[in-house]
């Protein structure tokens, strides 16, 4: 390869949470016990050296003395333009069709407010990002789920007639779609995504769309964009992305949305600025243009090749070495969704004791409960793989096998 997805950084005093958080007073993520270092797989950020396009444009901005205000350029708007022509097939779209947002959960109760009256319903699927479940709740809005069901092939789908007769008890009119799936890692299927519109359609039901995982598609699968899948789709959907989870640029802040009807992106743009504090901030922008470059394509496919061996590596240990765990193997996203029901019930052992043992010995994984996982583990792969390998054997020998 490359680029460097194998050196272990040491992020200590670097501004991240990650490692920072591991022991702190008041932390729900104690120090490992005395031998074992931390081994950071719990909040959804990456430890792989950026793409290096990322840090070049930055700096040569960083070199000019000054720092005024500032208006996104045709160079940050064409960036977006060609990432999605060139990843997702996307064409047509245009500047005026994006528009900048601090945060994708920033977007999302933007586009609620702009759909909602606080206190109406909203459809998600469960399990749930813990993010959504805050952002919801804490703006009023009241959560409808409709869980996601296994197959016979242990693969996550959604419950169609289970939706639409949330949909009508409710009389809920505003979904979230998370696609591709955090926290259990489905890339959806064009049907997939065709079916749901089209019950949405049915019952006059508007779309907020989080695809911030869209780049980070594993072997043999595919994203396809909401509003992709039929013009109605392109109408009703507020879609959100950011490079953030791609690139590792969460600290930086910055994602942005994709709104094809004018009166939702007008009623959006309005509602954002109220509060006065949805702008960009001028590295922000630099820190995009940096990173959609051309080797930025190349670090992705070369980042997405690395998760891919790292799932595989992962899913194969579980079902080798873990009985009574299992996992639907995600299609995308960094994460793993592991259940542990049978393993727990088996051990006569609780999640906190389970989530215990494995912090003490410096795997510092997260509580699915928080997901509506209620026997799950959450678990961040975008790690050099001698770190993954290091985490699971050590879940072997003094966790699940201990």
Request: a negative charge; one cysteine or more.
């Amino acid at each position: 390869m490359k680029y460097d997805f194998t050196s272990i950084l040491d992020r200590h005093g670097k501004d991240a949470i990650a490692v920072d958080m591991i022991g702190m007073p008041g932390s729900p993520y104690p120090a490992p016990r005395e031998g074992f270092d931390a081994i950071p797989m719990w909040v959804a950020d990456m430890n792989f050296p950026v793409c290096p396009t990322i840090q070049e444009h930055m700096i040569a901005r960083a070199q000019h003395p000054t720092f005024g205000y500032f208006m996104p350029t045709k160079e940050y708007f064409d960036s977006i333009i060609r990432w999605q022509e060139s990843h997702n097939g996307v064409t047509g779209l245009t500047s005026a069709n994006i528009g900048y947002e601090n945060g994708v959960l920033g977007g999302v109760v933007t586009a609620l407010n702009v759909f909602c009256s606080r206190g109406d319903k909203v459809l998600l699927h469960s399990p749930t990002y813990v993010g959504f479940t805050g952002s919801l709740t804490n703006n009023g809005y009241d959560i409808v789920h409709s869980p996601l069901v296994k197959d016979e092939n242990g693969v996550w789908r959604m419950d169609f007639e289970d939706m639409e007769k949330k949909i009508v008890e409710g009389k809920i009119h505003a979904a979230i779609f998370c696609s591709p799936h955090n926290p259990c890692g489905r890339v959806w299927e064009k049907w997939e995504v065709e079916k749901a519109m089209e019950l949405y359609k049915k019952h006059d039901v508007m779309v907020i769309s989080d695809e911030i995982w869209s780049d980070i598609i594993l072997a043999g699968h595919k994203h396809v964009p909401t509003q992709s899948v039929s013009e109605d789709a392109k109408m009703r959907t507020v879609a959100l992305y950011a490079p953030s989870k791609t690139f590792n640029l969460a600290g930086l802040v910055g994602s942005y949305h994709i709104i094809y009807n004018k009166m939702i992106k007008d009623r959006c743009d309005k509602e954002s600025s109220l509060g006065h504090y949805n702008s960009m901030n001028v590295m922000s922008m630099h820190a995009l243009i940096g990173a959609y470059q051309p080797e930025g394509y190349q670090w992705t496919e070369e980042l997405c090749e690395t998760i891919t061996g790292n799932v595989d590596y992962a899913c194969d240990y579980i079902e080798k070495h873990f009985e009574g765990v299992t996992v639907s193997k995600p299609q995308g996203t960094y994460m793993l969704f592991i259940d542990c029901a049978q393993w727990l019930e088996k051990h006569g052992k609780t999640m906190d004791e389970l989530m215990k043992a494995g912090w003490e010995v410096g795997v510092v994984w997260q509580d699915g409960r928080a997901f509506h996982g209620k026997t799950h583990i959450r678990l961040n792969l975008a790690l050099p793989l001698s770190r993954v390998k290091e985490a699971f054997e050590r879940l072997d020998k003094y966790v699940f096998n201990a």
